[in-house]
């Protein structure tokens, strides 16, 4: 299971198993769910800005990228062992198919900084299809690991 | 009311009120909170071990500072005007004393900083106090800014 809770940040890897010990599942499914309000609330505004729907701001867009890419790193530490169960939408394949799960997490994280790269240069043509590549990753986790 | 919407990432100080003009109240009040709860999720190992709750691990206690300091950036864009109301512990004194209420986030920006690095030395005569000034940084706007 120590697999499943690493985690890189600051180019440290290292295991989480500590937190989750102490974690109660309640505030574990709150914790994710809370992280997956920041995606949303992030790729709002650049999902507008995409569709011209909003201003086109590139240091705006930039902030709201960067805050996806460091916000991808946070949720899976939150799907400890026991919590399909209680106030989630969370399938139970999520743990008899871990690897898969946690694949996902890997793809969005890379999607998400290639997606503030193509923000830094602030072309439309490059940032559209990789906000495209997040947003596929966020829709393949979701069709298999997501109740309706 | 644009400078209560600042926020300076990666060295880059920007206004995020394009944001805020999309954003439905709700959706910001469940942004905040989500934060919050992270907020509380890191919290809560680091406290554990300060404690001698939970064994003491540099490597994991830095990474929740780490997030924390993130994180810390992030809840001040959702409490954006108009949601002192709905489901929400939020004072209207928010609103009315932003100065006060931006400059304490300010603060709790500064001494989660100072809690990393802190926390990299691996000293807990110096982690514990760092700690302690982050918790304060909490109650301070808990007590002035939060309904009980």
Redesign the interface.
């Known amino acids: 299971m120590k697999k499943y809770m690493t985690?890189a940040?600051?180019g440290?890897l290292?295991?989480?198993a500590?937190?989750v010990?102490?974690?109660e599942v309640d505030?574990?499914i709150?914790?994710r769910?809370?992280?997956?309000?920041?995606f949303?609330?992030n790729l709002?505004?650049m999902g507008?800005m995409i569709k011209g729907?909003?201003?086109y701001?590139q240091?705006?867009f930039?902030?709201?990228a960067?805050?996806l890419e460091?916000l991808s790193h946070?949720p899976l530490e939150?799907f400890v062992e026991g919590s399909d169960s209680g106030d989630t939408d969370a399938k139970a394949e999520i743990w008899s198919d871990m690897d898969t799960f946690s694949a996902g997490f890997d793809k969005l994280q890379t999607n998400a900084a290639a997606l503030v790269e193509a923000s830094n240069t602030g072309d439309m043509e490059q940032i559209k299809p990789a906000f495209g590549a997040v947003a596929k990753s966020c829709k393949g986790c979701h069709d298999n690991f997501r109740k309706d």
Chains 1, 2 share one sequence.
């Open positions: 985690a940040v600051g440290v290292l295991v989480s500590l937190s010990q102490a974690a505030d574990a709150e914790y769910q809370g992280i997956f309000n920041a949303k609330w709002g505004p507008a729907k909003m201003p701001d240091a705006q930039t902030l709201h960067q805050r460091t946070m939150g």
